[in-house]
C-alpha cells in the first residue's frame, strides 16, 4: 500500500467553478503535511503547509484530518493558471524529519 | 538570488554508460537531497546531505549510484552503469533549516530536475 494516495484526475473545471481535491496516508504517525504545486515540466514548489486547525491563503484553504487520515486542498474561483498537479507530501518521523515523502499528484485543468 | 541549478536538463545515454548529474544548491542551505521520479510513479527520496555529509541514502536503489558533495556546496550523482529503468526525471532540492520540515515551515526549493533517458 502507498504512503500517499491521491485521485490522479485530471480535475476539468471551468473557470471560476470551486474544486477540491483529497489526499489519504496510511501511516497515522505521519506528523507534516504539505501541498505542493507541480507546472508541467518544472519542478514541484511549496503551495502551502496544512495545520491541524486549517489554514487558508486567498483562494486556497486547506484542511487536515487525522481521524480519517487525509488531508484536503480547496482552490475557490479558479484561474487559468491555476492549472497544474498538485501533490500531496507527509513527513514520516521514523523515515526522518527530511524526508518528504509524495503521492502522485493530482492534475487539475482549468478551461475558459 | 539564483534558485537550485541542476545540470544538464537533459540527458539520453546508451545502456552501460555513466552519466554524472550536477546540483548547485541555494547559497547557503546546508540540507541537499536527491528525489527521483520514474515515469508514471511519485516522487521519491534518493538521499539527504547536511554540508558534505550524508545524513540519508536509504532511498539509493543500488550501489550504482554514487552521490557525493565535496566541501560541502555543490553535489553530483553519478550513475554508472545505467540501466534502462534509471530513466526518469532526478531532481535536486535544498533547505536552509537543520531542524527538517517537521514544523511546517521549512520550504524544500527543487530545481528544474535533469531528465535522463537511458537506451
Known amino acids: 500500500r502507498k504512503e500517499v494516495e491521491q485521485d490522479p484526475g485530471p480535475f476539468n473545471v471551468p473557470e471560476g467553478a470551486t474544486v477540491a481535491f483529497n489526499c489519504t496516508y496510511s501511516?497515522?504517525?505521519?506528523?507534516?503535511f504539505f501541498w505542493y504545486r507541480q507546472d508541467c515540466r518544472k519542478e514541484p514548489k511549496l503551495l502551502m503547509s496544512v495545520y491541524s486547525s486549517g489554514n487558508e491563503d486567498g483562494r486556497f484553504t486547506a484542511q487536515l484530518n487525522r481521524a480519517s487520515q487525509y488531508i484536503s486542498l480547496l482552490i475557490r474561483d479558479s484561474k487559468l493558471s491555476d492549472s497544474a498537479t498538485y501533490l500531496c507530501?507527509?513527513?514520516?518521523?521514523?523515515?526522518?524529519?527530511?524526508?518528504?515523502?509524495f503521492g502522485a499528484g493530482t492534475r487539475l485543468a482549468v478551461h475558459p | 538570488e539564483a534558485g537550485v541549478t541542476q545540470f544538464p536538463s537533459h540527458s539520453v545515454i546508451e545502456k552501460g554508460q555513466t552519466v554524472t548529474l550536477r546540483c548547485d544548491p541555494i547559497?547557503?542551505?546546508?540540507?541537499l537531497y536527491w528525489y527521483r521520479r520514474v515515469m508514471g510513479k511519485e516522487i521519491k527520496f534518493l538521499l539527504h546531505f547536511v554540508k558534505e555529509s550524508k545524513q540519508d541514502e536509504s532511498g539509493m536503489p543500488n550501489n550504482r549510484f554514487l552521490a557525493e558533495r565535496t566541501g560541502g556546496t555543490y553535489s553530483t550523482l553519478k550513475v554508472q552503469p545505467a540501466e534502462l529503468e534509471d530513466s526518469g526525471v532526478y531532481f535536486c532540492a535544498s533547505s536552509s533549516d537543520r531542524g527538517g520540515f517537521l514544523d511546517g515551515n521549512t520550504e524544500a526549493f527543487f530545481g528544474q530536475g535533469t531528465r535522463l533517458t537511458v537506451v
Open positions: 507530501v507527509v513527513i514520516l518521523p521514523p523515515g526522518g524529519y527530511n524526508k518528504l515523502i
Open positions: 547559497s547557503g542551505h546546508d540540507n
Open positions: 501511516n497515522s504517525a505521519s506528523q507534516s
